[in-house]
Structure formats: structure tokens, C-alpha cells
Nanobody
Framework: EVQLQASGGGLEQAGGSLRLSCAAS????????IGWIRQVPGKEREGLSSISTSDGMTYHADSVKGRFTISSDNAKTTVYLQMNSLKPEDTAVYYC????????????????????WGKGTQVTVSS
């Protein structure tokens, strides 16, 4: 059974940085699409970044492009989200999700196709 565990959230000041980790178990990173998604209470989930473990292709939403970077360590079956230049509007619960396959182009709604989800980690950015 595939399980995902997100960690690394916390309280950070605007302009600061955080790195989130998503540790996967029950899976080898041969051909998986992994993504980071966030949700603010009362709002829909927002797809932020995705990576395909087969070829390392990454995509980022415009809202985080240039500030957030997704990466993976396939040997450790862990995906990271480096978040720089944080803004108060980045405050949300952040989730990682995965599904078999490859993401070949950016789709803001990619997360609707994710089969496996981890519990979220809270990120709070103070102004």
C-alpha cells in the first residue's frame, strides 16, 4: 500500500524559506507523478507543483513559479518542495499526492487525478 507522509511545515516570516518533504513508502519511484497541493479553509485545493519520477520533468503553477521548486530523491522515495520568498498568501495546508504515470504538460487541475494522498502539513507565513 502506498503511503505518503508530508512534513516540514511551520511558521515563517514573509520573505523566508521552508522546505517540505514528502516521504513515500510502499512504492519505488520508477514511474510516478508526485505533486504538491495546498488548501486554504473554505477554498478549493490548488495544484502547485508536479514532478514525474521517470524523467524528472517538473511543472509549477504561475502563483509559485520562480519561488517554489519541486525535486525528488528517487533512492529515498522522497519528494521535496523548496519554498522561498514566502508570502502571507502562501499560508495553507500543504499536501503531497501521487499516482502512477507521467505528467507531460502542466494542468492546474492535475491533482484531481492523484490516487494517493498524504496528510497535510500546515504552513503559516506571517507578515
Amino acid at each position: 500500500e502506498v503511503q505518503l507522509q508530508a512534513s516540514g511545515g511551520g511558521l515563517e516570516q514573509a520573505g523566508g524559506s521552508l522546505r517540505l518533504s514528502c516521504a513515500a513508502s510502499g512504492v519505488t519511484f520508477d514511474d510516478y507523478a508526485i505533486g504538491w497541493i495546498r488548501q486554504v479553509p473554505g477554498k478549493e485545493r490548488e495544484g502547485l507543483s508536479s514532478i514525474s519520477t521517470s524523467d524528472g520533468m517538473t511543472y509549477h503553477a504561475d502563483s509559485v513559479k520562480g519561488r517554489f521548486t519541486i525535486s525528488s530523491d528517487n533512492a529515498k522515495t522522497t519528494v521535496y518542495l523548496q519554498m522561498n520568498s514566502l508570502k502571507p498568501e502562501d499560508t495553507a495546508v500543504y499536501y503531497c499526492a501521487a499516482t502512477r504515470g507521467t505528467i507531460r504538460r502542466w494542468l492546474p487541475s492535475f491533482h484531481y487525478g492523484m490516487k494517493y494522498w498524504g496528510k497535510g502539513t500546515q504552513v503559516t507565513v506571517s507578515s
